[in-house]
């Protein structure tokens, strides 16, 4: 008698735990009730921002706050990432959200209060730092969620992988980081996700929309060096010599064509940028050699592999035309395609749709810019997505770009983002698509 009704209170208080489910409603209430604060967060990593693989004091910060909220949080990771896993009290599906923590060395012009003057070390140099792409708007973003996933802890399903990545904009040279090295330490060991779901605020849309697409979403980046070879000799007998400039420059411009003539761009575009040309110290010096940097974007494999077959055949084809010859090295870690699962995008874009509007969600277009996510993206099923915070009153075409020294982040966005990322992770959570 006694054990009957033990198990009937049980199933009672089972079957009304079932079915109290989270509400949109309660979560952008929670959201709301937290907006100050993430702000204040947001604004704290705004004014301290530090370059890839120093986020030192932004991870001391997240892990201070993960812990506070009684989470058992592992440090160290890819130098300087920090990983939790918040435990919902019902059975579920395991889900990855990702944020990144670094800044870039971008000296800011804004006239924010809160504006950065710190400044870091690059390449040797000393450099301003800023979040001038949003990174302290995301890692604010994902403490928010946090925060309210381990409150509604009793009546979550499943768990969730919280992931603050350091060194999204690549590493200093001859270090190793970001979402690759994570993965190399067993980011996926700490809990397996069915499922991860990441976000990016940008200028090129209004504050309180949000975008994405099926398939591919950001491109895939290569670096490239290339080095041709001369012969010195004086600027004024260049018939003594070889001149690599004349032949770097020939190369620069055939180059071109590799995009204009040899990739089909009705599948897809591709982007081949020479960034910076080096050689050379003195007027009259023709020098042995000259160096070429630039960067690929494609969408494809299949692009990806004829772009550098054409970069190195196009290289050491023109040198040799002026009697140089060329190198092509390909830099390490490369950023594969960021591709957006197409069920999941479906399932994700209802999401957004229920939490902010039918207007508010858009279709983004192929974005040339790349994210080191993408390794993720290739592990496991994946949906990123544009947050707008550029000012509903300006022509987000006109608002300085991501990575400019004028980036701006309209904070109305902030509270945008981090609804949107709770309600996909509540949704998949509470009724995870077969698959
Ligand atoms: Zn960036
Ligand atoms: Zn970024």
């Not at 069920?343 to 277009?365: I, W, Y």
Request: negative net charge; aromatic residues 4%; glycine residues 8%.
């Amino acid at each position: 008698m006694k054990s009957a009704w033990f198990v009937a209170f049980c199933c009672t208080l089972g079957s009304t735990a079932a079915l109290a489910e989270i509400t949109g409603a309660e979560l952008d209430a929670a959201a709301a009730s937290l907006d100050k604060r993430v702000i204040e967060w947001r604004r704290d990593f705004h004014r301290n921002p530090e370059l890839a693989n120093r986020e030192v004091r932004t991870s001391a910060k997240v892990a201070e706050h993960l812990r506070a909220l009684g989470l058992e949080v592992r440090t160290g990771m890819a130098h300087t990432g920090v990983v939790a896993v918040v435990e919902g009290e019902l059975a579920g599906p395991t889900i990855l959200l990702r944020a990144d923590m670094d800044a870039l060395p971008v000296t800011e012009r804004t006239d924010v209060p809160f504006r950065s003057t710190a400044t870091g070390e690059f390449r040797g140099r000393t450099v301003g730092v800023m979040h001038a792409c949003g990174h302290d708007a995301h890692t604010a973003i994902l403490m928010g969620a946090a925060e309210i996933l381990v409150g509604l802890r009793g009546r979550l399903p499943g768990k969730v992988l919280l992931v603050f990545q350091p060194a999204e904009e690549g590493v200093p040279e001859g270090e190793q980081g970001g979402a690759p090295l994570m993965l190399d330490e067993g980011l996926l060991d700490v809990a397996k996700p069915d499922a991860a779901f990441s976000l990016h605020v940008g200028s090129l849309l209004p504050a309180g929309t949000v975008a994405l697409r099926p398939g591919p979403m950001m491109a895939g980046s290569d670096f490239f060096r290339i080095v041709v070879t001369g012969r010195q000799t004086h600027g004024a007998r260049p018939w003594s010599g070889i001149d690599p400039i004349v032949a770097a420059s020939n190369i620069v411009l055939a180059l071109q064509t590799i995009v204009s003539r040899d990739l089909d761009l009705t599948a897809a575009p591709a982007v081949v940028t020479v960034g910076a040309i080096n050689g050379g110290v003195r007027h009259n010096i023709i020098p042995a050699e000259a160096e070429l940097l630039g960067t690929i974007r494609t969408f494809s494999e299949k692009d990806r592999k004829e772009v550098i077959e054409r970069l190195g055949s196009i290289a050491s084809g023109v040198a040799a035309a002026h009697g140089a010859t060329a190198r092509l090295e390909m830099m390490p870690a490369p950023n594969p395609v960021l591709v957006n699962d197409p069920d999941l995008t479906q399932v994700v874009t209802e999401s957004l749709k229920r939490a902010l509007g039918m207007d508010a969600v858009r279709a983004s277009t192929l974005n040339t810019v790349a994210e080191d996510y993408a390794h993720i993206a290739e592990a496991v099923p994946s949906v990123y997505w544009w947050v707008g915070v550029t000012p509903a009153s300006q022509d987000p075409s006109t608002a300085p770009d991501n990575h400019s020294e004028l980036f701006y982040v309209d904070e109305a966005g902030i509270n945008v983002g981090l609804r949107s990322l709770l309600h996909v992770a509540v949704d998949y959570l509470q009724a995870p698509p077969s698959r």
